[in-house]
């Protein structure tokens, strides 16, 4: 069983950046990839970026790369998104996941934290 719970939202002009820190709870954590997830009003949930549980393999949507990191520290049990030159069309809310593998199916999700982007 893991916990996870997001931080790190808020307000944010277009260009700025953004942190979202994602802790869990758990003392299996280096054992699950970790994928940050988001949903806008109206829109389905879609995949942001995944890391794997060594940390050594990151994958990112195509709409992200170059403007957000994804990063975990396993002694800490936590994974970040780095946000950068955000976009009005970035605005959602954000969730942290853990599951087997980093594209595949998330077993365990966070409360979510909201992020929005204003022109």
């Known amino acids: 069983q893991v916990q996870l719970v997001e931080s790190g939202g808020g307000l944010v002009q277009a260009g700025g950046s953004l942190r979202l820190s994602c802790a869990a709870s758990?003392?299996?954590?280096?054992?699950?990839?970790m994928g940050w997830f988001r949903q806008a009003p109206g829109k389905e949930r879609e995949f942001v970026a995944a890391?794997?549980?060594?940390?050594?393999?990151?994958y990112y949507t195509d709409s992200v790369k170059g403007r957000f990191t994804i990063s975990r520290d396993n002694a800490k049990n936590t994974v970040s998104l780095q946000m950068n030159s955000l976009e009005p069309e970035d605005t959602a809310v954000y969730y942290c996941?853990?599951?087997?593998?980093?594209?595949?199916?998330?077993?365990?999700w966070g409360q979510g934290t909201q992020v929005t982007v204003s022109s």
């Open positions: 996941a853990a599951g087997p593998n980093s594209l595949g199916n998330y077993d365990y």
């Open positions: 758990g003392r299996t954590f280096s054992r699950y990839a």
């Open positions: 890391i794997s549980s060594t940390g050594g393999n990151t």
